[in-house]
């Protein structure tokens, strides 16, 4: 198992992953900034510039995005934030993760935030900033094995969340 930029080999597995991406309703839609998910061409084009700050929109950050890929098949995402603006630093955080459907509650999400994690640690990243909803018991768990201390829980006009902080 292991994190992977986003690459033509592949491409059959990236079409499966978006499927099932778009039948779910639980889904946060993390493959989506990347552009039209059914050119990953212009995916792989665009994951290169978003991690080089270029061509980002209003108020993003430049990111790195990665796939978990297990025996050559995509299971999961990853964007990592390389810095913190106001809305991230208060409401989201350095990582964002996402596991296709099918692929939950196998112990994916614990492995891609391990990995990512090292990733950071490999770019220079002593501390992190991670959040999850409060009510996604699933990811409060895997932040909290992997290091997490609850930092405080936000209240916004969408939701309540749980801010973490991760030394590396």
Known sequence: MELVKPA???EASWYRAVDEFRRDDKTIKLWEV???????GKCIRTAVKHAQG???????VPYN????????????LVSFRHKLNDFLAR???????????????MGYGNKILEL??????EMGFEKIVIACDDNNIASR?????NGG???RKIKTARRLTRRYRIDI
């Open 116 to 121: 990512t994690l090292r990733k950071a640690k």
């Open 8 to 10: 033509k080999e592949y």
């Open 65 to 76: 995005l990665l796939w978990l890929v297990d025996n050559g098949e995509i299971v999961g």
């Open 91 to 105: 409401e989201g955080g350095h990582i964002g993760y996402e596991i296709v459907p099918s692929k939950r509650r």
């Open 54 to 60: 270029i061509g980002l929109l209003a108020d993003w």
């Open 149 to 151: 201390k609850l930092d």
């Open 34 to 40: 990347l552009g039209d998910p059914d050119d990953l």
């Open 141 to 145: 768990k895997i932040i909290e094995r």
